[in-house]
């Protein structure tokens, strides 16, 4: 039988995944497709179940059940654990069901592929303090990166956050923003400048210091009000389609033991979404 994969989720529609995957599954000469399936809050357990008696080789999981889906699955790798969120589920030759989440680690090669070399003995900075923040955080140090710092709006999120992660601190956005000419790199993990709904800037980068790289998570729209007030400081930027592209591309390895073009993928999602953004 061909092998198949999925997405799950609600609403499912606007996943670029389907694209991306079958996109690979050609480039690479493998036989297999991947599908978008609409699943409501009140299904999931039921979905899980279907998915493995249809034959499902494995899926990605996205909102709203990135945590809700743990209980149905049979094993937890720690990136998961740490995050408290799956995004991908492997089905192993016994039939048994293991999640991962591969969007922290996602987002460490994305970075790594757009500014090669230039990461070392740089202070972080974290803009947020909620799963994107935890998982990236994590991700960051297992790759020897830091030493890392929180900010965030609540400052209790981010000095939970700084409990668990060893080594690290956490500040209000105002030391933030005072203190922002000592961070090489920042990384913006809020909602803020998403879709347009949050207009805005998380913090205000007026103390940026030229030359620093800053990432931010959002790929929707390509370039967000931080990375353009960056920009005008002669900062480095990056937007969230490598993050986006990056984790994908870490669950295709799972599934079939081959690393994907990312460089190439990255550039056809930006064109998707309308834009000609690049990292720089
Ligand atoms: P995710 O899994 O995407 O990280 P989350 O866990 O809900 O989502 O975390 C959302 C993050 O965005 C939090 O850091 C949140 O700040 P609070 O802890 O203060 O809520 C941040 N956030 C969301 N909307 C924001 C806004 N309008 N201004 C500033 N921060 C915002």
């Known amino acids: 039988m061909r092998k198949w994969f999925a997405v799950i989720g609600d609403p499912i529609e606007q996943s670029m995944s389907p694209k991306m995957h079958?996109?690979?599954?050609i480039e690479n000469e493998i036989d297999a497709t991947y599908i978008p399936i609409h699943v409501s809050k009140a299904d999931l357990k039921e979905?899980?179940?279907?998915?493995?008696?249809?034959?499902?080789?494995?899926w990605n999981?996205?909102?709203?059940?990135?945590t809700a889906i743990i209980p149905f699955l049979d094993h937890i790798d720690p990136s998961a654990k740490i995050?408290?969120?799956?995004?991908?589920?492997?089905?192993?030759?016994d039939g048994t069901l293991r999640g991962s989440n591969t969007d922290g680690i996602g987002f460490v090669r994305s970075l790594e592929e757009a500014f090669p070399g230039q990461l070392?003995?740089?202070k972080v900075l974290i803009i947020g303090a909620g799963g994107a923040a935890r998982g990236i955080a994590f991700a960051l140090q297992e790759s020897n990166y830091g030493p890392i710092a929180f900010t965030n709006r609540t400052i209790e999120k981010a000095l939970e956050l700084s409990s668990e992660l060893l080594g690290s601190t956490a500040m209000s956005i105002e030391s933030a923003e005072a203190s922002l000419q000592e961070y090489g790199l920042i990384i913006q993990t809020t909602?803020?400048?998403m879709n347009f709904s949050q207009q805005g800037v998380p913090l205000n980068p007026e103390n940026l210091a030229e030359g620093s790289i800053v990432a931010?998570?959002?790929y929707n729209p390509l370039?967000?009000?931080l990375l353009t007030k960056s920009l005008e400081r002669n900062a480095l930027t990056m937007n969230g389609t490598g993050m986006f592209v990056h984790q994908g591309a870490f669950a295709f390895e799972k599934w079939h033991g081959i690393q994907p073009n990312t460089e190439k993928m990255i550039e056809k999602i930006t064109i998707t979404l309308g834009g000609s953004y690049v990292n720089r």
Not at 61 to 66: A, E, G, I, L, S
Not at 83 to 93: D, H, K, R
């Open 83 to 93: 995050m408290n969120a799956v995004n991908t589920v492997e089905v192993l030759s």
């Open 120 to 122: 070392d003995n740089k």
């Open 223 to 225: 370039e967000t009000e």
């Open 22 to 25: 079958n996109s690979w599954f």
């Open 216 to 218: 931010d998570i959002i």
């Open 191 to 193: 909602s803020v400048g």
């Open 47 to 58: 979905a899980v179940m279907s998915l493995k008696r249809l034959g499902c080789s494995g």
């Open 61 to 66: 999981v996205t909102v709203p059940h990135k």
